[in-house]
């Protein structure tokens, strides 16, 4: 097993190593004061221009422990960045974007802004596509400590013409902050219902305010108000009050600035920001006017409304789906679907289209299923993440049963036939390839044993989509279901590959053994994630009888009449008592992980003390029923010269395991714009914002990391390695 996993995870870095990385310019380091540095680049989520007539990229910024930097309304004190592009070549147009700020009050002032990392997601608009492009940016910041220091550069980016293929790691990090720009409500779940002018008391004096009325679709836990008004004025810290289920906010806004000669409030726009985390959205209101709220044109639009969710993030979604073809997960139904190809052998060509169309259909389908799932799990509050559905006990049962019945099928216990009329219909359809109802099923099994893996860019645009409104959504589930059904679709437009097979025979009848034996595989596989969902006794009893299922089967191949229908009630007698086992049975308590590593037990609170004392500390997202988690597990975390490091003294290597539902976790992921697993972040005195590591691990890009958040050169020189891996 140990070796499959290894020659698949291969197979998928070689493909994802197919482009070059994205384009990322060199740093630019500005002094603050004696060895303390604000550094700062430009990066690109493509590695070229291509079609693309938006280049999603970004200002990066990594400042200091105790300085920041500032949002584009600054508050009391500040200045927001600027950048001038005039010097670029291709470059038509630029938009700066701004990531929901933190505030932060020091001597009755309230600031707005950024401190330790931070990317300003910058939208391109390219002059002639196709073409390369030269980004050439004059920033200037303003960074802030107990003093300020303006902090200036040129910045340059240059993007060849090439295919504009995106990159996992820069994509993830652009899209971590564009997924945390204030939106128009729709994402955020966010809507500002009235706005009014009042007054309240502030030290003994009183001021004019305003007071917001607002609701959330998700109960709020610590939500801000953020006023952009008039030249002069400013406002301080909400006093807000919440209901009982978190989803209505009322806040009352006082004036912290106020112009010597100052006219009632009445008629006046402002613009509001309402922030809970990392969700916000943005809203121009005329205070007073019943009518007056409105979603703010300047708030970041969903991806898809314009050019760049365009190509790069679509094409992003393609590569995912196509790459989920190769991960062990979908090999189970591969191997189904290649025995149909076996029996095409000798069919005619418009046979085998059909039967490979109805595949495809069948995965792009249940993607439009998935997302359809995804935006009505959203729209009620609930967890939305890629393979989620593996967390509940019943739908393990489910895909154990439904395995169990493939197996039986495939070692010849019996034959699935459709009901007289459908099964007729359908065979004057599909010809004598074979049924297309049992081709589309298969194309929907296999988007089912797809879920609970994960691959490169898989991440990217899953994070992409479940920050954007619900179009967006569709659209990537769909390129990432036309991605996983490019093979079948290939095969489609060249049937004559199926027929170069060589005739059938009885050669068939050990392939399907062979295939018999990969299916009950993966039931087995799926047992032992029920036993860490619910306990040990409870996956045991459902294997007994899933072998109790296949006996009843075996026995009814032989019997007649009465005896067959007996036989079949007491399969789906059987079936449904597994169904009741989990429900019944007490759940085990979680176990803790098991290898050469001494994991601790995820604590996002303690990541940061860890840090300030100077640890450093990994962050393994990662669950039993992750395909990919474990191939991570097995070929990096617990291998040298990764597992020797992680085992050192100063390294914490904490887990988060997902096989349950845990709020937490889910919530950690959120905020970093991730709705799937494998997740990996290394956290250190040199990154406490921590680095996002790929989907798929390799030693090289673990100790990379483990290195640049500050790792002791020694422990590196121990384990026969320098600080670049």
């Not at 502030?202 to 953020?226: H, K, N, W």
């Not at 301080?236 to 009982?244: I, Y």
């Not at 590569?319 to 191997?335: E, T």
């Not at 990541?607 to 990662?622: C, K, M």
Request: proline share 6%.
């Amino acid at each position: 097993m140990r070796r499959i996993i290894a020659m698949m995870a291969g197979l998928v870095a070689l493909l994802a190593a197919t482009g070059t990385p994205a384009a990322t310019g060199d740093w630019v380091d500005v002094e603050l004061g004696p060895n303390v540095f604000v550094s700062m680049r430009l990066v690109s989520a493509v590695d070229d221009v291509g079609a693309l007539e938006t280049v999603p990229a970004g200002l990066h910024v990594v400042l200091p422990e105790g300085w920041k930097t500032y949002w584009r309304s600054p508050g009391d004190a500040g200045l927001p960045p600027s950048l001038d592009f005039s010097g670029s070549e291709n470059v038509a147009d630029t938009d700066l974007l701004y990531p929901v700020p933190h505030r932060f009050s020091l001597f009755g002032l309230d600031t707005y802004g950024y401190e330790h990392e931070v990317v300003y997601p910058i939208d391109i608009a390219v002059a002639d596509p196709g073409q390369p492009l030269q980004a050439r940016a004059e920033a200037n910041l303003l960074v802030c400590s107990d003093i300020c220091v303006p902090a200036t550069g040129t910045l340059g980016l240059d993007l060849g013409a090439g295919a504009g293929t995106p990159d996992g790691r820069t994509a993830n990090l652009i899209n971590r902050y564009r997924s945390i720009v204030p939106d128009a409500g729709g994402a955020s779940g966010l809507s500002l219902e009235r706005l009014v002018p009042t007054e309240t008391v502030v030290d003994g004096e009183t001021v004019p305010a305003l007071r917001l009325e607002a609701t959330a679709r998700e109960p709020l836990a610590d939500p801000d108000v953020f006023v952009e008004f008039q030249p002069f004025w400013a406002f301080g810290a909400p006093d807000v009050t919440l209901s009982e289920d978190g989803r209505r906010l009322v806040a009352t806004i006082p004036a912290s600035q106020v112009p010597g000669e100052s006219g009632p409030l009445d008629g006046e726009e402002a613009t509001i920001t309402i922030a809970d985390g990392t969700r916000a959205a943005e809203f121009q209101a005329v205070i007073g006017a019943a009518d007056g709220v409105a979603a703010s044109a300047g708030a970041a639009a969903p991806a898809g409304d314009g050019a760049a969710l365009s190509w790069a993030i679509l094409l992003t979604a393609f590569l995912g789906g196509l790459i989920l073809n190769v991960m062990p997960c979908v090999l189970p139904v591969l191997s189904i679907k290649l025995f149909g190809v076996l029996n095409h052998g000798r069919s005619d060509r418009a046979a085998i289209r059909r039967g490979f169309v109805a595949s495809a259909a069948g995965i792009v389908f249940s993607f439009l299923l998935l997302a359809g799932a995804a935006i009505g799990a959203r729209s009620l509050g609930a967890t939305v993440a890629w393979g989620v559905q593996f967390q509940q006990p019943l739908f393990l049962v489910f895909m154990v049963v439904l395995l169990t019945l493939f197996t039986a099928n495939m070692a010849g216990l019996f034959e699935i036939r459709l009901p007289g009329v459908v099964g007729d219909r359908a065979a004057r359809v599909g010809g004598r390839g074979g049924t297309l109802a049992g081709d589309f099923g298969t194309g929907m099994f296999a988007t089912l044993l797809a879920t609970p893996c994960s691959a490169p860019f898989v991440g990217t645009a899953l994070g992409f989509a479940f920050s954007q409104g619900s179009a967006a959504i569709v659209m990537i589930f769909a390129a990432m279901g036309l991605g996983l059904a490019a093979p079948y679709l290939l095969v489609a437009l060249f049937p004559a590959v199926a027929r170069l097979l060589p005739r059938p025979g009885v050669w068939m009848v050990w392939v399907k053994r062979v295939l018999a034996l990969a299916l009950a595989g993966t039931a087995v596989w799926l047992l032992s994630v029920l036993a860490a969902q619910v306990s040990g006794l409870a996956a045991g009893l459902v294997g007994v009888l899933m072998v109790a299922i296949l006996a009843v089967l075996w026995l009814r191949r032989d019997a007649a009449g009465g005896s067959r229908a007996v036989l079949a009630g007491t399969v789906g007698a059987v079936a449904i008592a597994a169904f009741v086992l989990p429900a019944v049975l007490p759940r085990d308590e979680a176990s803790a992980a098991t290898g050469p590593t001494d994991w601790v037990a995820f604590d996002e609170q303690a990541i940061a003390t860890r840090v300030a004392a100077g640890d450093v500390v990994l962050v393994d997202v990662t669950a039993d029923w992750c395909i990919t988690c474990l191939a991570n597990k097995t070929l990096v975390l617990d291998a040298d010269p990764v597992a020797t490091l992680l085992a050192g003294e100063g390294v914490v290597p904490m887990q988060a395991d997902w096989t349950r539902p845990d709020d937490a976790i889910a919530a950690y992921l959120a905020r970093h714009g991730r709705y799937g697993i494998p997740f990996n972040v290394v956290y250190g005195p040199a990154a406490p914002e921590g680095i996002v590591l790929p989907e798929l691990l390799s030693h090289d890009a673990v100790v990379e990391a483990l290195a640049a958040a500050g790792l002791d050169e020694t422990m590196l020189a121990d384990a026969g390695l320098d600080s670049g891996g």
